[in-house]
């Protein structure tokens, strides 16, 4: 059976507000069953019932309340949105801090893709899409663990695609650049040394702007379709060019 059978199920992590609520929408508008998921659970709720889907608090920083909640279900597509970010030198961090942002970033990605990926083997389908950064390809200044954390899920999602392509199973990552969401604003609200850095953020672009959330979901959102059945292992840049260079 593959997911034409019946109407696809999702789940999208990180999903009361910014990216993962501009895919959570996309999504439901195609009509997908979609689970809304976030630390917030408040949040979650409150995106869920405007575009018709479901919702749940969930931490995907702890593995058995993530395969509490995911691995009862089975689900076609999964989205790794959940992130956070901590600017600031490296110099300047804590193995503290360090720890958090892997926490989410990298072990959250891990935890959620275990939880989903039985069913997603037993039904010889699935869809899963981790959204990365740019960061992790191309480094970024004050963001340095947040860059390592960002690159591991890529090489992740690579070895995840090559044990599971025999499944039916793709895996991919989106890599958005500087886009206008929650975290962004948190640069702005850092001071002069953040709006420096996003100065420079949207100079590394070629379009010389930030990204909408909802041109990350289109990304995200082909990588879930069924029509992206041959595109695996693969890393999709929507980044106004930022991978480019000077």
């Not at 948190?186 to 990204?211: K, Y």
Request: hydrophobic share 45%; proline share 4%.
């Amino acid at each position: 059976m593959t997911a034409s059978a019946t109407r696809r199920r999702a789940v999208v992590t990180g999903a009361a507000r910014g990216i993962g609520a501009a895919v959570a929408a996309r999504l439901a508008k195609d009509g997908v069953d979609v689970l809304v998921t976030d630390l917030d659970g408040a949040a979650a709720a409150r995106t869920a019932a405007a575009i018709g889907a479901r919702s749940a608090p969930l931490d995907v920083t702890d593995p058995d309340a993530v395969q509490e909640l995911l691995g009862a279900g089975t689900y076609d597509i999964l989205v790794n949105n959940a992130g956070c970010d901590d600017f600031g030198w490296f110099t300047e961090t804590t193995p503290q801090r360090w720890r958090h942002v892997l926490a989410v970033n990298v072990e959250g990605v891990l935890a959620c893709t275990r939880a989903v990926l039985p069913a997603m083997q037993q039904a010889r389908y699935g869809r899963i899409v981790t959204v990365t950064s740019e960061a992790g390809r191309i480094g970024s200044k004050g963001n340095a663990v947040y860059a390592a954390a960002k690159a591991a899920v890529i090489g992740f999602g690579k070895s995840i695609a090559r044990e599971n392509a025999r499944y039916g199973i793709t895996v991919n990552c989106v890599a958005p650049g500087p886009t206008e969401t929650p975290m962004v604003q948190a640069i702005r609200d850092s001071g002069p040394h953040g709006e420096r850095m996003l100065t420079a953020m949207i100079a590394g672009t070629q379009l010389g702007r930030l990204g909408t959330a909802e041109e990350i979901a289109a990304g995200v959102c082909f990588l879930a379709s069924p029509e992206a059945s041959y595109v695996t292992a693969e890393t999709l840049g929507v980044s106004g060019g930022m991978g480019l260079g000077g």
